[in-house]
């Protein structure tokens, strides 16, 4: 079935419908024919596809599929790449991301990131989380109810409350993870994406973030790449299964409800890749 925002019911006549994919929800990226080159290399093609509020998309696949590329094209961090061009439409909320007048810094407010390795900031735990706020205009007062705000958000707050003065860099990895998405969370953004953010962590620390986005996707549209297809079938909603042709690059395979995408994917390459056929 087709789901946009604009045929969604209203709030009181919310359908659930019986592929158990969940109540409807907005439209937030509306992606149509997407293909992104590395100077003449298109690194992948033939992404139509939706990303809906208030749900994890997950995007799988094997190395090299060009998952992270497509992730970095969703609030033009691939900007920061030379050489790299974006064909087809990629809409968020409607608006054309590609379109001149969209401004990256802005459109990276809405739309933040976690990345596969924890990077704070060399700084306290507490700085991490004030430091863009603060440079967004959060005045001084409020500061500590953000940064609290924000590492309750993120799971953090009863393990570091008493050491907020602390370098980041003494935490564990999981929660350095952790203290990362309470810095994403605390501008307040829109959307998260996520680029494997649990390859670099223990099975529990994974767990946990795991637990958390779960959480964080009442408020947040999460989307996430993870080459651990349990964590896919476990935490998303949606999920996207792309595949490398070798010279001819990355390729969206197809896209279904989390839970059909497991038991009965539409494409026989999905079947042999969830189960453990390939890749
Ligand atoms: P995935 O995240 O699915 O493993 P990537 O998006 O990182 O895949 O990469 C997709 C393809 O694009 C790969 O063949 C990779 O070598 C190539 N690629 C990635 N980044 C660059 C770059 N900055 N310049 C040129 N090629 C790149
Ligand atoms: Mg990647």
């Known amino acids: 079935m087709v789901r946009t925002g604009n045929t969604a019911p209203a709030e009181d006549a919310v359908t659930v419908p019986d592929d158990g994919?969940?109540?409807l929800r907005d439209v937030v990226y509306d992606l149509d024919d997407v293909a992104v080159y590395y100077g003449s290399y298109r690194a992948i093609r033939g992404v139509t596809m939706q990303m809906h509020a208030q749900e994890i998309t997950a995007l799988i696949g094997p190395s090299g599929c060009g998952k992270t590329t497509l992730l970095r094209c969703l609030n033009r961090m691939n900007d920061l790449v030379a050489g790299t061009r974006v064909d087809g439409t990629i809409r968020y909320h409607g608006q054309d991301v590609q379109a001149p007048t969209v401004k990256p810094i802005e459109l990276r407010r809405k739309?933040?990131?976690?990345?596969q390795k924890p990077n704070p900031f060399p700084k306290s735990i507490f700085e991490n989380v004030a430091f863009t706020p603060r440079a967004n205009g959060v005045p001084k007062k409020d500061l500590a109810e953000v940064v609290e705000g924000a590492l309750r958000q993120a799971a953090l707050w009863d393990e570091v409350k008493d050491k907020?003065?602390?370098s980041a860099f003494e935490?564990?990895?999981g929660q350095q993870q952790r203290l990362c998405i309470a810095r994403a969370?605390?501008?307040?953004p829109d959307v998260i994406l996520m680029d494997e953010p649990c390859s670099a962590l223990d099975p529990i620390a994974t767990l946990r973030i795991e637990e958390l986005m779960v959480n964080l996707k009442e408020q947040f549209t999460i989307i996430i790449v993870t080459h651990n297809l349990q964590q896919a079938a476990r935490v998303s909603d949606t999920t996207a299964f792309f595949t490398t042709e070798g010279k001819?690059?990355?390729v969206l395979v197809e896209v279904a409800?989390?839970?059909k995408m497991f038991d009965s994917p539409a494409d026989q390459r999905t079947l042999d890749y969830v189960t453990g056929r390939f890749g």
């Open 21 to 23: 994919s969940g109540p």
């Open 111 to 115: 739309v933040g990131m976690v990345f």
């Open 164 to 166: 907020l003065k602390q």
């Open 171 to 173: 935490l564990s990895g």
């Open 185 to 188: 969370i605390a501008v307040k």
């Open 248 to 250: 001819e690059g990355g």
């Open 257 to 259: 409800p989390t839970r």
